[in-house]
């Protein structure tokens, strides 16, 4: 017995050298894959990028710009100025497209045969490359200066909150540098559910990108702008012309990614007086001519809608039309319509040869034959619409760059966030801010920085909230390229 | 405690049962001096010898003893030793008495040892059945608060039924800075989650392991305390048969207090609204069955679910039920008035019945004990109910005289069907005490549940009024169903199985060397189903605001932990030295499996194609389901030794290593000792009757700590349905740390323990000091690294604190017995380091539903606050009020204080009368900590509560005018530091609260005192029992939260802080209920 006793002593004695037991695969987690696949995480990126829901997410911007109204909970209609929230786009989202890229980039894993199965690596890594500034356009555009370099780095805490200009720098650089590393007669990743691999499509897209990309910078940068615009429009794989050409998110209903549209209260919204003015031609734009695009706007175009801004309203609302609620009603993340408008405004600025008037008219024909293909309403060919709009090019109080903000405005519904950058980049349309705002009157130009940075980052931050104008984290404050 | 004595008395005597050559044989019987009942189990032995028996059912014992014995020892515990000449007598008849404090009793303390408790170096507190079970409460964990010193009950409404409202207890307040969980239970020996899979009628004590000197044996999962449970065992010789029977009734008695003056509505006295039948309502004519009310008066907000509106004025008005023609009212007016009680009533009175049976028994080398017990509940809340089968069962035979071996199980199979939300939003609390209406007449409710509109939908009391029912179209509810109806169509039932089951045994090799061997399982299988019909679809008006699709849901879970263990155990004597020793290993899986399906129940695509067919093949959408499993195994091996000189000086020592399946490859392995000692001074003391006994005890003590299951090994999380036959990946959202290692708490603990008066009172003092250092912690960080969290050793965080049990017996008389028993602990929680510079990190308690306070750790203060703004006060204390709205201005991150008490503590009185009537009571207390109410805030915005119909410093109801005098009296400075003095309309004044999250008006302070259970049981004369059956019966009353005694004078509800359903306070929470009852026991 005392040996037993002995033995089991000993065991407990020795324990304390004894560092490990091997318990096998105990611990082996069984509820998901251990190993990365690079298709289903850049799909996972787009998908997240595109069904982002709730407020802030999806209709902050879209109120920014006056496209609709709030009925009853009016907080993001009166400007609150609350915290912003960029988690997700950092988080499951670009970190997704940087996941990618990082395993693209390594010799070992880049040849493997499982990432080799998901589309050629120069294509995997360019399309999450491309898809990766589109996230952080919206990022910058949305807060100013912001973690880029040093952002989606595991071994960096607290990352540098670069200059608005280095990310947009570096977002050009990548774009270009993706778009020239494509090779269209590979295959194309797996996981792109915009283009379904076509190689020769998100050339183009990239092209199109950096239009955007270097119009944004316009103010802050005009030859930065210029140069990024003109070299992008003269490469030689074109840029979305067609609008089979144009970037749509389908949503897939029966699984459960509906539109978010469909998240909101009908009873909520309705389309803003300002709006519905300026479709039927009445005087709030520069637009004398009915745009048969209301249809797609207003549920009955007859309403004239509630004006923006009033913390209660007595009139009849306009509610917003039921399509965009509709759950598979597609996303354009960035179309040939746009695409023209930007050629417009191009030509306008004199930076291109192309005629201004050409390429609006081509722009609202788009914009028209992509309102019939996602919207599914009959509104014809819009020539006629499209041709008095060139017209009022020479009689509009600020001349063709007014008419091409204001078709960019109408154009972009519902997306307000390429709306919103437009807006403050070219203050077309004219908007009067909220009556009632909540704020301190003015229209907000950024989101506050996401509540948190202050203690989790608080030298990104403080060097963040410095570049602003004034240098307060506030909505109404102002960064680099909104001069 | 007596029934484990009498288990460790038939181990002790097993080897002594031989019979001697030359013997005479004695008899006799064992009784209390107290109520002269037999005693059994009482061992008898003959001095100087290691013969003896033990006593029968009856109390009596034959006892063979050699021809030269001289003395009989007769010992029982919690009993005084007595010593009884033979000289010539073979037959005795012996009374024994009460030792009221029990010095020697002996305790069951970590991994089923038992010991000596005057020998242990910590405090360990246990209470018995009689303590515990005062009022018949269902509840174990409950009915352990009060009654042990720095325990404390969070989370437990007490509405709630079965396993679903049983809360959690809090030892010694907190420490982790990321978890405040429940401690471990151990049931005979098998680790459980929750004591309730135990009845508490088999419950025979619990003992209360608070810091990591009594838990040290236990390791990693003790860190939170340890709270052991001992079953009821049977006795020896014969066979003994109880009944019980318990039933309970529970009335809701504590709610807010409500304004009874002001009815549904927004605008006050505009909301009447006359109906013009021929003008229609905006541009649309009314349904030709409303033109009978032509020319009425009604409320214009009809769909309102708020009562800012008209004053009560008695007139009449139209009601939601007589609009319908299905409606026995239709076109009936009723009047305009309060319904004080209409929350009230709607409340069923709860029905609690519990009927077990009981056989117990053994011979020489045998005993069992079997019982089964029916519980049968009726909730407060319509449509609920709770029902469980328990059977346990505990047998020991002795197969040898060295070996024993014994299996003790319980299985309880249970029902529970009911919706019981309590947040933000439900049916019931979450809508009465939010968004209702102060005239909604609850019995018309309940008569018209199933009343339907003139299209037959469900006719709610909130459907839009007539005007806006008219412009909308629409006959539906605005926001809220009838909530009987809901009730009745929302189903939400979970089955639960749980096994406990352990077989033991254990080898005596002589008298200094045994084994013990045993392996226990704990299964538990939980199976939910919950159903939305189309009845709720088809009432439900997704364009506006009441989206609700047809669904349901199965949830299946198993999960399983079996233990295997083996220990050798050493006892022996070696001069003024008593040795024992103890060295183990113990075996531990836990597996977990889960597989669910549900539906959203707010889907605007999703839904039944069939109405009301409930299977998967029959939705509009495929359903995804999910699994999720783990597996977790830990090994661990242990020593203990304790030196004993003099039964003076006792140094007790341990070392456990524990190697854990969860912590990183290659380094999963860490250990932790204690050491502890304890010095009976009163050893010294010749003279014993002021001071009976006394003891300083010392410790030290590490626990470690380690993770959850595959924390290490993370997999890419996939999303819960494929997108066009993909699934679609995501990173993770945790970074882990590579080099993470368990975290390690070091203890120390001092005290002491003293009896008085020949044990007539007793005080035992505790001071505890507990560091928790490098606890593993997910660590915020900015969401821009592509990660919200790295989780590592990070942190510091620190607790002391004092408990102090008091008990006596004052009063000790043939007529009268009156026992006291007081306890108070205290714990002072700080956080002294965070990790990566942070001053400040989310603490466990969470967030209320609208994020107005959340509770969180502020560097260098207390554990655990409750942060969120506050109004802005200048430096003389006075409000911030911005003059041009007359609103307060408001501070964002303020820190309230911490959620957790200052002290807790209890008072037990027990007095019995004649030895017949026995009256006892238990009070519990505490003072401080803060909790929010959310119910209290959003009744303020809705102009539910008796405050939003206050008068003012003019006599005036705050609702009226300010120009006729009415309004807020606001003072205090304008933001330029300008004294303000003026008057807000009501609705702005309450409005502002949860329009800018200031939460002032509703933290409150969580002081209580409350007596919690009281029992009047009368034990029926035993000579009226002579000629039947029965060996004794009793009656008891009983009776629970009768009376909450005092609360903070700021909570002005008077919300019971020990029923909040969330640690942060409380969340649309249930109400509080009194309880009263009844039952009968009798023994056969």
């Known amino acids: 017995m005392k040996k037993i006793f002995i033995a089991l002593l000993s065991i407990v004695l020795l324990s304390t050298g004894c560092d490990d037991i091997d318990f096998g695969d105990t611990d082996q987690n069984v509820n998901g894959p251990a190993e990365a696949s690079t298709s289903a995480l850049l799909s996972g990126a787009i998908t997240n990028f595109s069904t982002r829901q709730g407020r802030p997410y999806r209709i902050t911007p879209t109120l920014n710009v006056q496209y609709l109204v709030q009925l009853v909970y009016n907080q993001e209609m009166l400007y609150a100025d609350g915290a912003g929230f960029w988690q997700s786009y950092y988080v499951q989202t670009a970190s997704n497209c940087q996941t990618v890229i990082d395993i693209c980039n390594d010799p070992e ?114 030859g930065m702008a210029q140069s990024t615009v003109t070299e992008a429009l003269n490469h030689s794989a074109g840029v979305l012309e067609d609008v089979a050409d144009d970037a749509i998110y389908t949503f897939d209903v029966a699984n459960d990614f509906p539109n978010p549209w469909e998240w909101m209260r009908p009873a909520d919204y309705g389309v803003s007086a300002e709006f519905i003015s300026a479709l039927r031609g009445d005087g709030f734009t520069s637009n004398t001519t009915y745009d048969e695009r209301i249809q797609y706007v ?82 014809g060919d819009g020539a006629a619409y499209a041709d008095a709009r060139v017209a009022d090019m020479a009689t509009a109080a ?77 909505n109404t404050s102002r960064f680099w390229w909104d001069k | 405690m007596k029934k484990i004595a009498i288990f460790l008395s038939i181990l002790l005597f097993m080897g002594n049962l031989v019979a001697n050559a030359q013997t005479k044989t004695l008899t006799g019987t064992v009784t209390s001096a107290e109520d002269d009942a037999p005693i059994p189990g009482v061992s008898v032995s003959v001095k100087g010898t290691t013969l003896g028996t033990i006593t029968n059912l009856d109390g009596g014992f034959e006892l063979k003893a050699p021809d030269d014995a001289k003395t009989l020892v007769f010992s029982f515990i919690g009993m005084k030793v007595q010593e009884v000449e033979i000289g010539s007598q073979t037959s005795f008849a012996v009374a024994l008495e009460s030792d009221m404090i029990g010095i020697d009793e002996v305790v069951v303390t970590a991994l089923g040892i038992s010991r000596e408790k005057k020998t242990l170096s910590y405090a360990a507190q246990d209470v018995k059945a009689e303590q515990l079970d005062i009022s018949g409460n269902a509840n174990i964990k409950s009915s352990i608060v ?126 009447w609204t006359t109906l013009n039948y021929d003008a229609g309502f905006a541009g649309r004519a009314y349904p030709e069955e409303w033109s009978i009310f032509d020319g009425r008066r009604f409320v214009y907000s009809g769909y309102a679910d708020e009562s800012w509106g008209p004053a009560f004025d008695g007139e009449d008005y139209t009601p939601w039920y007589a609009m319908w023609p299905e409606s026995p009212y239709y076109g009936e007016t009723r009047k305009w008035e309060a319904q004080p009680d209409n929350i009230k009533d709607f409340y069923d009175t709860g029905v609690t019945m519990k009927n077990s049976i009981s056989i117990s028994g053994g011979g020489e080398d045998f005993t069992g004990r079997l019982s089964v017990t029916n519980l049968n509940q009726n909730g407060i809340m319509p449509e609920s109910e709770y029902k ?65 509109t003139t299209s037959g939908y469900h006719a709610s009391w909130n459907y839009w009024g007539p005007f806006y029912s008219t412009y909308f179209g629409t006959e539906k509810g605005a926001f809220w169903f009838n909530p009987y109806w809901y009730l009745q169509e929302y189903r939400n039932e979970r089955d639960r199985i749980r096994l406990l089951a352990d077989v033991h045994a254990t080898y005596n090799f002589n008298e200094n060397w045994n084994v013990k061997v045993n392996a226990s399982t704990n299964l538990y ?102 699994t999720y499993k783990w597996e977790k195994k830990v090994v661990s091996a242990y020593a203990r030794a304790s030196v004993g000189w003099r039964d003076m000086v006792f140094v ?61 090994n993370q997999v890419y999380p996939l999303s819960s349905s ?194 017949l009537v026995n009256i006892s009571a238990s009070i519990d207390f505490q003072k401080g900590g803060k909790f929010f109410s959310l119910s209290e805030m959003w009744s303020g915005y809705s102009g539910l509560t008796a405050e939003t119909a206050a008068l003012n410093n003019n006599g005036k109801n705050i609702r009226d005018a300010i120009e006729d005098g009415g309004g807020v009296h606001i003072t205090g400075v304008d933001t330029d530091g300008n004294p303000y003095d003026g008057y807000l309309d009501a609705v702005t004044y309450f409005a502002q609260f949860q329009d800018n999250a200031i939460a002032t008006p509703y933290v409150h302070d969580a002081s209580y005192i409350k007596l919690r259970d009281v029992s009047v049981t009368v034990n029926l004369p035993r000579k009226w029992m002579s000629n039947v059956f029965i060996n004794s019966a009793s009656v008891g009353f009983v009776g629970r939260n009768l009376w909450m005694i005092a609360v903070a004078d700021d909570n002005v509800h008077g919300w019971d802080p020990s029923e909040l359903s969330e640690a942060y306070g409380e969340n649309a929470g249930l109400p509080g209920t009194r309880s009263y009852g009844f039952n009968v026991k009798l023994t056969f």
Not at chain 2, 239 to 262: G, M, R
Request: aromatic share 10%; glycine share 10%.
């Open chain 2, 146 to 271: 009060g009654k042990v010193a720095g325990v404390q009950m969070v989370g437990q409404p007490g509405a709630k039924l079965g396993e679903n409202g049983t809360g959690r207890l809090r030892i010694r307040g907190a420490i982790s800075l990321t978890s405040d969980a429940d401690p471990l239970y151990v049931i005979d020996g098998i680790p459980v989650d929750d004591p309730n899979a135990v009845d508490m009628g088999d419950v025979e004590s619990v003992n209360v392991l608070k810091g990591p000197n009594a838990t040290a044996l236990y390791g990693q999962r003790a860190e939170y305390g340890v709270i052991m449970i001992t079953t009821k065992k049977a006795k020896q010789g014969g066979i003994s048969v109880e009944i019980n029977s318990n039933t309970t009734f529970d009335k809701v008695a504590y709610l807010p207090e409500y304004q009874d003056l002001y009815g549904q509505g927004y605008d006050g006295e505009d909301e």
């Open chain 1, 398 to 474: 600020g001349g063709a760059l007014q008419v091409i903000a204001e078709e960019k405005w109408v154009d972009l519904f519902p997306l307000g966030y390429d709306a919103w950058s437009e807006w403050r980049r070219t203050d077309y349309p004219k908007l009067t801010p909220a009556a009632d705002a909540i704020n301190d009157g003015k229209i907000p130009r950024r989101y506050n920085y996401p509540s948190g940075e202050a203690s989790l980052n608080p030298t990104g931050y403080d060097k963040g909230v410095a570049a602003l104008n004034p240098g307060t984290d506030n």
């Open chain 1, 298 to 379: 207003a549920a009955d175009p007859s309403l004239d809608g509630l004006p923006y801004g009033y913390k209660t309203y007595e009139a009849d609302n306009s509610p917003v039309a039921g399509v965009i609620y509709a759950a598979d009603t597609r996303l354009p993340l960035l179309t040939s319509a746009y695409t023209y408008l930007q050629r417009a405004e191009a030509a306008a600025h004199g930076w291109t040869s192309e005629d201004a008037g050409a390429m609006l008219k081509m722009g609202i024909m788009n914009s028209y034959a992509k309102g019939a293909a996602v919207y599914g309403v009959e509104i």
């Open chain 2, 525 to 626: 299988n939980y199976k939910q189903f919950w159903k939305v019909p189309y009845s709720i679809e088809a009432a439900s008006d997704p364009h506006l605001y009441n989206t609700w699709n047809s669904g349901f849901g199965n949830t299946r879970q198993m999960e399983m932990e079996n233990n295997y263990n083996a220990m050798v155990n050493y006892q022996n004597e070696f001069g003024d030295f008593d040795i024992d020793a103890t060295a183990g290993t113990t075996y531990r899986t836990n597996e977990y499996d889960r597989f669910r399906a549900n539906m959203p129940t707010d889907s605007k695509t999703q839904g039944l194609v069939l109405p009301d067919v409930y299977t998967y093949s029959n939705t509009k959408l495929p359903v995804t389901a999910e």
């Open chain 1, 109 to 222: 894993k880049a040849t493997d045969p499982t990432v080799l199965a998901n589309g050629a690596i120069e294509n995997q890594k360019a399309v999450a490359m491309i898809f990766k500034s589109v996230i952080f356009k919206r990022v910058t555009d949305l807060f100013g200066d912001v973690p880029y370099t040093e952002a989606l780095n595991s071994d960096i805490l607290t990352p540098v909150y670069d200059d608005q200009k280095k990310v947009y720098e570096g977002m050009i650089a990548d774009v270009k540098a993706a778009r020239d590393m494509i090779n269209t007669s590979a295959a194309g990743p797996t996981g792109d559910v915009i283009y379904m691999g076509d190689m020769v499509k998100w050339q183009k897209f990239a092209n199109s990108f950096l239009v955007s990309l270097g119009m944004q910078v316009t103010k802050a940068d005009a």
């Open chain 2, 388 to 452: 469980k089968n328990t059977i346990s069962g505990a047998f020991d035979f002795d197969v040898t005289d060295k070996l024993q071996v014994g299996v003790n199980f319980n299985f309880s199979k249970s029902f529970l069907q009911g919706d019981f939300a309590d947040g933000y939003s439900n049916q019931t609390t979450g809508s009465f005490n939010s968004w209702f209406a102060r005239d909604v007449d609850m019995s018309k409710l309940k008569e018209l549940k199933n009343l339907q």
């Open chain 2, 722 to 915: 494929p997108y066009m036959g993909s699934p679609q990946m995501y990173t993770n959202t945790q970074m882990v740390d590579p080099n993470i290692k368990p975290s390690l708490n070091t203890s120390m603990e001092f005290g002491f323990d003293a009896k008085f008066l020949n044990n007539r009172a007793g005080i035992s003092f505790t001071y505890f000091n507990e560091v928790r250092e490098d606890e593993i912690i997910p660590i915020t960080m900015s969401s821009a690294t592509g990660n919200t969290s790295f989780l590592t050793n990070a942190g510091k965080s620190k607790r002391d604190g004092i408990e102090l049990v008091l008990d006596g017996t004052p009063v000790q008389t043939d007529d009268l017995v009156w026992n006291i028993s007081v306890n108070f602990g205290t714990s002072n929680p700080v956080v002294e380091e965070l990790p990566g510079g942070l001053t400040s990190m989310n603490a466990p308690g969470g967030t209320d539903d609208w994020g107005n306070v959340r509770v969180v750790h502020e560097l260098d203060g207390d554990w655990g606050q409750l942060r969120g703004r506050t109004i802005r006060t200048d430096d003389n204390g006075n409000y911030v009020i911005n003059a041009a709205t007359g609103t307060y201005a408001y501070d964002t991150d303020h820190y309230y204080g911490s959620i957790l008490p200052d002290f807790t503590g209890g008072i037990y009185n027990s007095l019995t009368i004649k030895k």
């Open chain 2, 652 to 712: 007790d020592a341990t070392y456990r290593q524990d190697w854990s399946s969860a912590l990183p490859e290659g380094k999963n392995g860490y250990g932790y000792p204690s050491i502890g000692s304890s010095f009976i001074f009163t050893e010294l003391i010749d003279d014993d009757s002021i001071l009976s006994f006394g003891k300083l005890r010392a410790g030290w003590a590490q626990v470690g700590n380690d993770l959850a299951a595959m924390r290490l």
